[in-house]
Structures are given as structure tokens and as C-alpha cells.
């Protein structure tokens, strides 16, 4: 059992920069595979980026490519969403998720945390 509680959202200007967190509980955390997702308003849940439990491999949307970083402690049992040049698109509310392996398909995905809200402005 893994449970999973985001914090770090806010409302920030285009082109600056937020930090995400996951704090993980759970004996498992440090074996699972890390993702981030969004969903915006109206529209689904979409992969943002992904982390092996090594924290060796990490994988992003295309939209997100050289914006975000992904990363890991193992020791805090916490996952991280480094955002650089947000956009307003990035406008969401962004969730963490933990599986057996680095999937960018939400079913893959056995435990999700409650979301936090990314705001962007023009």
C-alpha cells in the first residue's frame, strides 16, 4: 500500500517556474515506478513525465520535453516536478501516481495521490 500526497501548486506567470512534490507513505515507495499526470478542465488526464524506481530512466510528454524534470529521493520517500517556462496550456491540476513500472497509461498505475493545482497566467 502506497499513499501519495502532492503539494507545491500555485498560480504563477507565464514563463516562471513551481516545483511539485510527492511525499510517499509506504514500505513499497522505493520499488515503485513515479508518475506525474494532469488534467485540465474539461479535458482527460494526460501523462506529464515518468521515473524508474532507480531513478535511472526518466520519460515525458512531448509537450513537456526540456520544460520539466522528473526526480526522485528514495531516502524521503518523495518524487519531485521541477516546471521551468510554464505556460498557460500548463494550467491543470497535476497528480502523482505510483505502479509496479514506468507506464504512460493511467491504468497501469496502482495508487494516486489528490492533486494540486497549477495555475499559469498570460
Known amino acids: 500500500q502506497v499513499q501519495l500526497v502532492e503539494s507545491g501548486g500555485g498560480l504563477v506567470q507565464a514563463g516562471g517556474s513551481l516545483r511539485l512534490s510527492c511525499a510517499a507513505s509506504g514500505r513499497t515507495f522505493s520499488r515503485s515506478a513515479m508518475g506525474w499526470f494532469r488534467q485540465a478542465p474539461g479535458k482527460e488526464r494526460e501523462f506529464v513525465a515518468a521515473?524508474?524506481?532507480?531513478?535511472?530512466?526518466?520519460y515525458y510528454a512531448d509537450s513537456v520535453k526540456g520544460r520539466f524534470t522528473i526526480s526522485r529521493d528514495n531516502a524521503k520517500n518523495t518524487v519531485y516536478l521541477q516546471m521551468n517556462s510554464l505556460k498557460p496550456e500548463d494550467t491543470a491540476v497535476y497528480y502523482c501516481?505510483?505502479?509496479?513500472?514506468?507506464?504512460?497509461?493511467?491504468?497501469?498505475?496502482?495508487?494516486w495521490g489528490q492533486g494540486t493545482q497549477v495555475t499559469v497566467s498570460s
Open positions: 501516481a505510483a505502479g509496479p513500472r514506468v507506464a504512460y497509461r493511467l491504468r497501469e498505475y496502482d495508487y
Open positions: 521515473i524508474t524506481w532507480t531513478g535511472g530512466n526518466t
